[in-house]
T-cell receptor
């Protein structure tokens, strides 16, 4: 079945540092999404990418949709304590393959003040 | 504009019992997707409902079933509960089967 490999699994960084995480897959996706999930809450959408090669920013967050449509990365610049949480990538399969979202295993981010 | 609301927030059931989880979609959204999230894992797609019909299903057995109502709210039913069904169940709504970008806070189901 389709799988997303998300790395790293966890990160411990100092406040102010930049962060990078990525997802790769053997499947082609039409859309890549990046979510953040806080304890006891559902995932909240951070960035959506719809075209291969697309680079999109949302404040301190930047994400790119890989040219091959099989990978994506998320960068967070100048991290702050409220960036703590679990970040998930998700790829949407083409509708002729069901159109469902496939999630990565998550990257747990800890930020030391 | 209200977001996605799920009820109940927490639930404890005994193995073999049946459970119904509920979801109200975000205003204006006609598509609801359900996901199961085990502890320490990413969400796994269960199924999607679009205009009251099932519109795609993940690798879950038939004892996982659902409904969508004319107001686009939805239910997830699980029969013959097993211990491994313990998880956070997430509902996400979207418009016209586009990305399920709005998630609810989930229902935490514990099967004992």
């Amino acid at each position: 079945g389709q799988q997303l490999n998300q790395s790293p699994q966890s990160m411990f960084i100092q406040e102010g540092e930049d962060v990078s995480m990525n997802c790769t897959s053997s499947s082609i996706f039409n859309t890549w999404l990046w979510y953040k999930q806080d304890p006891g809450e559902g995932p909240v959408l951070l960035i959506a990418l719809y075209k291969a090669g697309e680079l999109t920013s949302n404040g301190r967050l930047t994400a790119q949709f890989g040219i091959t449509r099989k990978d994506s990365f998320l960068n967070i610049s100048a991290s702050i304590p409220s960036d703590v949480g679990i970040y998930f990538c998700a790829g949407r399969l083409p509708y002729n393959q069901g159109g469902k979202l496939i999630f990565g295993q998550g990257t747990e981010l800890s930020v030391k003040p | 504009e209200t977001g996605v609301t799920q009820s109940p927030t927490h639930l404890i059931k005994t193995r073999g019992q049946q459970v119904t989880l509920r979801c109200s979609s975000q205003s204006g959204h006609n598509t609801v997707s359900w996901y199961q999230q085990a502890l320490g894992q990413g969400p796994q797609f269960i199924f999607q409902y679009y205009r009251e019909e099932e519109n795609g299903r993940g690798n879950f057995p038939p004892r996982f079933s659902g409904l969508q109502f004319p107001n686009y709210s939805s239910e997830l039913n699980v029969n013959a509960l097993e211990l491994d069904d313990s998880a956070l169940y997430l509902c996400a709504s979207s418009q016209d089967r586009t990305d399920g970008t709005t998630f609810g806070s989930g229902t935490r189901l514990t099967v004992v």
